[in-house]
């Protein structure tokens, strides 16, 4: 069960305490303006998270997935990850699923009940008006806002490695950028996980 408000609350801080650079006020602001419906929206019409508020829990395990991987491999010494800064964990991860602000609409079906009454029901169903493609949308919708560094642009635009449609068609820059960026392949892991095993899906 999601709880909106309280991951609202969460997102909110780890957002202010973390996201420093110029720019992110206004995003915040926007994200939390009635122009954008991220912290409502579903994180998917039906495959993992499809509730009201799915879109920020989501982004939230993929926060706190990323921020463990990290903190396990910096006990080591020769960890790859020991320069990246709590700023990028949070913009890159918090981030990374902007493209569906505003994705989802509600739509309604008929479906028989278990009495074989027909009745309708509710279902999210996917409403494009920037057709910007997924990872690159949002590193495009972020950019609007603030600057992204290199690493985080790469991770976010790279984030469904190769469920992505970009990979699918044949094209191998991804497996360049995971090897020049540790944290992009590291962002793709959380997410994975995120998704996987810590969401309800259908
Ligand atoms: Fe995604
Ligand atoms: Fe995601």
Excluded at 172 to 199: C, G, N, R
Aim: some cysteine.
């Amino acid at each position: 069960m999601v709880d909106v408000e309280l991951n609202k609350a969460r997102f909110l801080k780890i957002y202010q305490d973390n996201i420093k650079r110029e720019g992110a006020d206004k995003l915040l602001e926007w994200l939390c303006s009635d122009r954008s419906d991220f912290f409502v929206a579903p994180a998917s019409s039906k495959f993992h998270s499809a509730v009201l508020g799915g879109l920020c829990d989501h982004s939230l395990n993929v926060y706190d997935r990323a921020v463990e991987l990290i903190e396990n491999e910096n006990k080591k010494d020769d960890s790859l990850f020991k320069n990246i800064s709590a700023e990028s964990i949070a913009i890159s991860t918090l981030l990374h699923d902007l493209c569906k602000v505003n994705f989802y609409k509600v739509a309604q079906r008929n479906v028989k009940n278990e009495f074989g009454m027909w009745e309708k029901v509710d279902y999210y169903t996917v409403d494009e008006d920037l057709p910007y493609g997924h990872g690159e949308k949002s590193v495009y919708m972020i950019s609007g806002f603030m600057r992204l560094t290199r690493e985080e642009a790469l991770a976010i635009n790279w984030h469904m490695g190769g469920f992505d449609k970009r990979v699918i068609g044949g094209d191998y820059s991804i497996s360049k950028a995971f090897s020049q960026f540790p944290f992009a392949t590291l962002v793709h892991i959380a997410d994975i996980m995120a998704t996987y095993f810590d969401e309800d899906r259908e």
